[in-house]
């Protein structure tokens, strides 16, 4: 032990849609029956079928009817964007619905000479849209990923160092949030962009103060490399990136080991930025919420120059006004651009940064309840009701500020069609403002503060060069991965102190002058606490034996140097996986991984603030089920998950003793029934427990924070005739403990939301209007962290209203 210093529809990855997916693949479904494919083309074009779809976006309109009759449609997304569709209902042929939404685009179904067809302006070949040719063609579509029509799964992610990879064919529990769904659910924080997600917990935001309650499988992300934007680390001790510069949000369920390297086994959180459009993107979201919260979004993007080689998308925030807590306020802004030039054909070389600031008053760090509500006893002892989320309980001065700045760049060489080599490179600076405090507080609601002044600088450089190739021996075709990576992370801190101050009744919180006027800036942390070198050098193979089996080996070599604990560990972490298909749309698995990670620290409340302790091996068994068809998907999985255990004692001590042992099953089913109809569900049950602690204390016993049982359901349905779409949520998390020895917990809650969203046109241009309730009910809760005694409210019923609308 050592001391420290103290997509929108159609709007998903850019690329044409792929056409022709066989009939049989698209006419399973998991949840029973087989629809019958297609017969005879002229059949299927004469046929009447029954349209209710409403006025929307084009796109989106244009993949409803080929998904209702059955026939396909590929084309570029970006020549659909910004156009919009009228209502069709009534009954029509295929051509004859084609016909009414192509009306007045500009636009024209072309025939392929594959016999597909694509979509294209009508400018470029005058052909007539009573064509008869087209009456005779019978192919299928593909909904969009991450949209509404496909219950919004996706198909595909980055998947570390395996690169572009098939969801359904990858040996690793991820899930993708996509555009169009965080823009649904209006959501403004990864606490709601993923409570659809059982997996995920319970998390406060972070309107009013620091998100740090995060947990995946109840682990937390790893605080120096378990968020990254675009695979590369960005180091952050918060969960608060401002969503609206992200295409999508990957999480990586579990031990990241081979994948993304170092780093605790609670997951990563992967932010992929948005990028460049192929055609004019102009695009204004705005948003207000019942406390007088407003917001504004700008979202450029297009393409320049000689065959458009240069991109460039361009996104500017801000946001400003009343939180839903009595006299809290918030403000915050951000900017990103990203841009690209296609130098060749085969030479991709893109480059983006990023820069946000968001300060809130009248937060606090946690709760502990203890028999006094002295800041002297750090027992945890039973815990006070719930206290609404819209009661302040901290003085009105108290403020939390975060600053992120992220430069990145990486060059694509695509060497000959199966092999690739990238280049890339990511340095960022997160600060961190923190003046507030830390309540403790009985049953009575008595209580007492410690406040806390000081700031932190975090800056994180990662460099990485990754090479990917696909070659064949004998029947076995291989697709190969290696690399190096360097990662480095710098730690600094500047402290006004920390002092007692307010004591009295959590009912009637009294306002007190601030004790140290200005807060400390981020500026000001120049103090170097914590420095960490990473060097790996890793490696893959993925053996695909005929079509049905896959065998996945891959290791990396990592390198750890920690300055401040003074120690060098060098270790191999290996990577295995089993990958069975007995059908063509549905995936069998089983896979171990290993991950290498940093010892823990003890926070600046535990008795011995600062304490580093030795790094450790954790290991992670999986096995599970993912199967998809067009407009769904689902995916079965059981884990065992072995890392050191650490916890707090009764004493106020941070210790590293023994094993935590996670064991659980994840299920979940995202399906469209129909056109009205959609459902995302998912449930998780997880037994989180200590072994071999020193005389067997905390054998059995339960993880501080962390829940049995997680549940979360979410449904939209279409009002037929109507361009009106109603949704609902709800979500239980079971009872968690608040103490090592589990003889205090935090109740069980159940929340519900409720929203609505219209679409329509305003002077020829869509628009989306969209209102969610979040905590429909008003519940009052208390939010955990896992292996922690602390809590926080969570956030009341909140209402916001937004509008979108594209130029």
Not at 293 to 301: E, F, K, P, S, W
Not at 401 to 426: C, F, K, M, V, Y
Not at 577 to 595: D, G, H, K, Q
């Amino acid at each position: 032990m050592f001391q420290r210093p103290s997509r929108e529809a159609f709007s998903f990855r850019r690329k044409p849609l792929l056409a022709t997916m066989s009939a049989a693949m698209l006419s399973m479904s998991m949840l029973g029956g087989a629809a019958s494919a297609a017969t005879a083309d002229a059949a299927v074009s004469a046929a009447q079928q029954r349209y209710q779809i409403p006025a929307g976006p084009l796109g989106r309109s244009l993949a409803s009817v080929a998904a209702i009759s059955g026939v396909s449609l590929a084309f570029d997304p970006a020549l659909a964007e910004g156009l919009s569709s009228p209502a069709l209902e009534g009954s029509f042929s295929v051509q004859a619905a084609f016909g009414k939404l192509l009306e007045g685009s500009g636009l024209e179904l072309v025939p392929r000479s594959d016999g597909s067809y694509t979509l294209r302006k009508q400018a470029a070949v005058p052909v007539s849209r009573a064509e008869p040719a087209l009456a005779t063609v019978t192919v299928r579509a593909q909904l969009a990923e991450g949209s509404e029509d496909r219950a919004y799964s996706v198909k595909s992610a980055n998947v570390g160092a395996l690169g572009d990879k098939s969801l359904k064919d990858t040996p690793f529990s991820i899930e993708v949030y996509s555009r169009e769904l965080i823009e649904n659910k209006q959501a403004r924080s990864l606490a709601d962009a993923t409570k659809g997600d059982a997996s995920v917990s319970l998390s406060s935001g972070d309107l009013v103060t620091e998100n740090n309650s995060l947990a995946i499988r109840g682990v937390a992300p790893d605080f120096y490399t378990g968020q990254r934007i675009d695979g590369m680390v960005t180091r952050s001790r918060a969960s608060d990136l401002p969503l609206e510069h992200f295409e999508s949000i990957d999480i990586l369920k579990g031990a990241s080991g081979f994948l993304y390297g170092f780093g605790a086994p609670g997951g990563v959180v992967n932010y992929v930025l948005k990028r460049p459009t192929e055609e004019p993107l102009r695009r204004l979201s705005t948003q207000i919420m019942d406390s007088g919260l407003g917001l504004v979004h700008g979202d450029l993007g297009g393409r320049l120059g000689s065959d458009n080689a240069f991109g460039y998308r361009l996104n500017l925030v801000h946001e400003e006004g009343d939180t839903y807590i009595k006299d809290g306020k918030s403000k915050r802004s951000s900017a990103s651009l990203t841009a690209d030039w296609r130098i060749r054909p085969d030479l991709l070389w893109r480059v983006d940064a990023m820069y946000a600031q968001h300060e809130r008053y009248g937060g606090y760090w946690g709760l502990l309840g203890n028999d006094n509500g002295s800041t002297s006893n750090s027992a945890v002892s039973q815990l006070l009701a719930p206290i609404s989320g819209s009661e302040r309980l901290a003085p009105a001065f108290t403020r939390y500020g975060s600053i992120h700045q992220s430069i990145g760049t990486d060059l694509n060489w695509t060497i000959e069609p199966d092999w690739t080599l990238q280049l890339a490179h990511r340095v960022s600076v997160n600060g961190r403002e923190f003046m507030a405090p830390l309540i403790y507080a009985d049953t009575k609601g008595n209580y007492s503060m410690r406040l806390w002044d000081t700031a932190n600088r975090f800056e994180s450089d990662q460099s990485q060069a990754m090479l990917n190739g696909k070659f064949t021996t004998g029947p076995i075709t291989h697709e190969v991965t290696t690399g190096v990576s360097r990662t480095q992370t710098l730690s600094y801190s500047a402290s006004g102190g920390s002092t007692a101050t307010a004591t009295g009744d959590l009912a009637s919180i009294q306002n007190y002058a601030n004790p140290y006027g200005a807060y400390v800036s981020y500026h000001d942390a120049n103090t170097e606490y914590d420095n960490i070198v990473r060097r790996e050098l890793f490696a893959s193979d993925t053996l695909h034996v005929g079509t049905d089996w896959d065998l996945i080996l891959g290791a990396r070599d990592g390198r750890l140097e920690d300055k401040y604990a003074d120690y060098k560990r060098s270790a191999i972490t290996p990577s295995l996986a089993l990958l069975f298909r007995p059908l063509p749309w549905i995936s069998t698995y089983v896979s171990y991984v290993e991950a290498f990670e940093e010892g823990g620290t003890a926070p600046d409340t535990a008795a011995n603030a600062g304490a580093v302790f030795d790094p450790m091996i954790s290991k992670q068994y999986e096995v599970g089920a993912k199967a998809e068809g067009s407009s769904w998907s689902a995916s079965a999985a059981a884990f065992r998950l072995q890392r050191a255990l650490t916890i707090t004692t009764s004493d106020n001590v941070y210790s590293q003793d023994g094993e935590a042992l996670y064991k659980g099953l994840e299920l979940s089913l995202k399906k469209r029934f129909g056109q009205q109809w959609m459902l995302s569900s998912s449930v998780m049950w997880l037994d989180a427990t200590g072994r071999k602690t020193d005389g067997g204390l905390y054998d059995g016993k339960q993880i501080q924070g962390v829940a049995r049982q997680q549940l979360s359901n979410y449904v939209e349905y279409r009002v037929a005739g109507l361009p009106l779409t109603l949704t609902g949520g709800v979500r239980y998390i079971g009872k968690r403990p608040l103490d090592a020895d589990n003889q205090w917990h935090v109740g069980s809650v159940t929340l519900l939301d409720a929203g609505v969203r219209y679409v329509t046109e305003l002077a020829g241009h869509p628009v989306t209007l969209r209102l969610n309730v979040d905590n429909l009910a008003d519940k009052a809760y208390w939010v955990t962290a896992p292996e922690s005694s602390y809590v926080q409210q969570g956030a009341p019923r909140t209402f916001k209203l937004g509008m979108q609308m594209d130029f």
